[in-house]
Structures are given as C-alpha cells and as structure tokens.
C-alpha cells in the first residue's frame, strides 16, 4: 500500500498538500549548517545538494560528493541527518550518495588522454620499496569505490604490474581504429610499457624514446573516461618523471618510501625533482612499514621506523598511509591478484583503502575552486 493510498477517517489532520513534515526551503537551510569537514564550507553552497525531497515527514536528500572514495561520507551522513532531524514533522531522514570526480586544473590538454579526469603519478626514490605493489593496490582500491581507474605502467627497468595483475608478460595489446586497447581485469584497465618490450631484446632507453612511449600511452592509448589514471614510474627522479610532467599536467604525486634512512634520502630527492617541475606531492606512503607475527602477533619493524614521518615534517606533506609487511602482500602480486582485491578484510587492504581515500580527498580539495560556489 502506498503512503497516500491509505483513506483516512474525516475527523484525522489530513497532511499538508506537500504530504506533511518541513519544507524544502526549511530542509536546505538546516543544511547550510552542514560543513564539508575538509573544505570548511556548508554542503548546499558548495552545490553538493543535489536534490531535497519531503513526503510525509519523510526526508531525502542526494548529496554529490566529488569522489566515490571519499573517506568522510559517513561523517557527512551524520552531519545530515543531525541537521535535518530536529525538524519540525520530521519521521524519518534518507540520504543518498553520489559522486561526480572532477578534475584537478581542468584535467589534462585536449588529445592526450581526453577522458581521463586526473592523472597520479607515483614514484620513488629507489627501486625495491614497493612502488609497483602500492600503484596497483591504490588502483584497485581506487576502483573497489566504484570509481572508473586505470594504471599505466611507465617503468621501463621492471615493469612488473602485468605480473602483478596476472596478465602475461608477452601480452600484446590489441590495436583497434589504430588505438591501442588497455587491458581490463580486476575492475580496472591497465596498460605496460613491457608490451612494447621483447623480454628477449634488451632496448637501451634513451630519454626521446622514451618521451615517445609515454606519448604514446597517453593519446593512442583508449583509455574511455577515467576518474583517475595511477602511472608506475620508474624509481628516481629520470626522464620518464620528466616527461610525464611535460606531457601532461599531473593531479598530483605519491612517493612511496621504507622507513628506512637510505630510502629516505633518495625519496628527499624524488619530492624535491617533483617540486621542480611543479608537480604537487601530495604525500608519502610508508610500506613494509612493520612485520606483525602472525602467531604472537608481535611487531617487529624490519626496517626501521619514523622515516616518513620525517619526510612529512620537512616537506609539510601529510603520510598518506602505512602497510605493514606482510608476506600476503608479496604473495598477491606473485599470483597477479592485489592485495585489495584478493583479502580485502586483511590490514594490508583496509591501509590501502586509507591511502585511497586520502588521495582522492586529497584531490578533491584541490579540485574544490571549479565547484560553482552558490551564495
Ligand atoms: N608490504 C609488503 N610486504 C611484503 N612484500 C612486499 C610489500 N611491498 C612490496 N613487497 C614485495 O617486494 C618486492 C618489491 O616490490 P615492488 O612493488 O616490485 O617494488 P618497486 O616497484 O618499488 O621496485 C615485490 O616482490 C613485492 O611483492
Ligand atoms: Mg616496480
């Protein structure tokens, strides 16, 4: 039976003509109280308010956020219906979740990558941190939210993410209207710079080639729309750093690191080359962070401790997560499943979603001053 369906007795207050509770109007001033926590400004004047809808005291409300990975939609939620529920005739407050990425400085120029809303690149300082391990698990926690991802692997010293997905070293990707077809597992598509390698014939890499390949990858490649396209690059601050900044305006960097002083250093390096040409650093993720036994559940930190948060410090960039070392870890991009997909109730996964989140956040503040601002 429908809400309206019931026949009341005569004598019964009949609901208003709006079907009883708030107005609109009062629903949407409610919610100029609700701040977006990280924006500092209230959720209808950032235009997140997509739609109020009143029927018998009955409140829904559409929010738009501008990532489906954004870590505070809970907090949001509570904002809301905290707002709305005092309300005067108010049973019940519904709110609904959407998301809309947008791009980070318009996203990048007409014919390279045209779909592609934001760009990350992530990097390091030396080879062996897990720079890979963290490209694709960011990525696929990325699109375990439901956002449209892609991760390209530029490392031409060892590029490992076809392994690490499970998808064979000599795969050849298909060329359709003359446009080369990522590949599409896992929720997401990737592409490898190890396509274009014979495993057999080493190619001596010199910087214009190189330029060429990731050109490449990035106009002839169909990508589709994307929300966000993570690049593997090689450890260091080489041509391939500096041909991805050329060729495209980056949303941002990720510098992976161990806590280890050596890897530090070299990372100090990595975000100072990143500044140099502009790209923002958006923070660091510290991986084999610690080894937790699985049988006393002892923690032993392998390779020292504090270095990111150093790094944090000195550059006043934020550490954007830690992963434990965890032989899982290792195992998954073996057997060419990431981490977070294949045990996504582990610790490892749940930190991967936390520097998912943080990122896209990240990029969502810096993406802010395109929402039209409503008064
Ligand atoms: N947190 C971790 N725990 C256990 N093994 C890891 C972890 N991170 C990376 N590894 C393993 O370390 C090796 C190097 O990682 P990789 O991502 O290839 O590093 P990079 O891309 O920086 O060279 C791989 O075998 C990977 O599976
Ligand atoms: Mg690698």
Redesign the pocket.
């Known amino acids: 039976m429908g809400l309206f369906s019931r026949n009341k007795p005569n004598d019964e207050p009949r609901p208003p003509a709006d079907g009883g509770g708030p107005t609109k109007e009062a629903v949407l001033q409610a919610l100029r109280q609700v701040m977006e926590p990280e924006l500092h400004r209230d959720i209808v004047s950032l235009n997140m308010v997509k739609s109020v809808a009143v029927c018998d005291g009955i409140v829904k409300v559409a929010v738009e956020l501008t990532t489906p990975a954004c870590p505070l939609k809970k907090e949001i939620t509570e904002s809301v219906e905290k707002a709305v529920a005092p309300l005067p005739g108010v049973r019940q407050v519904t709110v609904e979740m959407t998301s809309n990425v947008k791009a980070v400085g318009g996203g990048p120029p007409r014919g390279m990558a045209p779909g592609v809303k934001n760009v990350l690149a992530v990097s ?1 300082g030396k ?9 694709v698990n960011l990525t696929a926690a990325l699109a375990g939210t439901g956002a449209r991802v892609g991760v390209l692997d530029c ?1 031409l010293y ?1 590029p ?1 993410v076809p392994t ?1 997905l499970g998808i064979p070293a000599d795969h050849k990707p298909e060329v359709r209207d003359g446009r080369l077809q990522p590949v599409a597992k896992h929720g997401f598509l990737s592409m490898s710079i190890g396509y274009l390698m014979d495993p057999d014939q080493p190619i001596v890499w010199r910087g214009p080639m190189l330029h060429k390949a990731i050109q490449q990858f990035l106009s002839d490649v169909e990508w589709g729309d994307l929300d966000y396209l993570v690049v ?1 690059l090689p ?1 260091g601050t080489g041509d391939a750093q500096l041909s991805l900044a050329q060729l495209v305006p980056l949303a941002g960097a990720v510098v ?1 690191t161990t806590p280890q002083e050596v890897s530090v250093v070299d990372v100090r390096k990595a975000i100072a080359m990143f500044r140099q040409v502009h790209v923002d650093v958006l923070g660091v993720v510290e ?2 962070a610690a080894f937790v036994c699985p049988h006393c559940r002892h923690e032993t930190k392998i390779f020292g401790e504090g270095g990111a948060e150093g790094l944090a410090k000195k550059f006043g960039i934020p550490v954007l997560g830690r ?5 899982a ?2 195992a ?3 057997e060419g499943v990431p981490i977070a997909i294949g045990k996504p109730d582990s610790a ?1 996964a749940a930190a991967f979603r936390e520097v998912a989140g943080k990122v896209a956040a990240a990029l969502s503040v810096k993406s802010a001053w395109a929402l039209p601002i409503l008064q």
Do not use: C, F, Q, W
Request: net charge negative; no cysteine.
């Open positions: 390091s080879g062996g941190v897990g720079k890979s391990t963290v490209a490392d060892g490992n690490m593997d450890p992976v991986n084999m992963i434990p070392l965890e032989p870890v290792r998954g991009g073996d490892v």
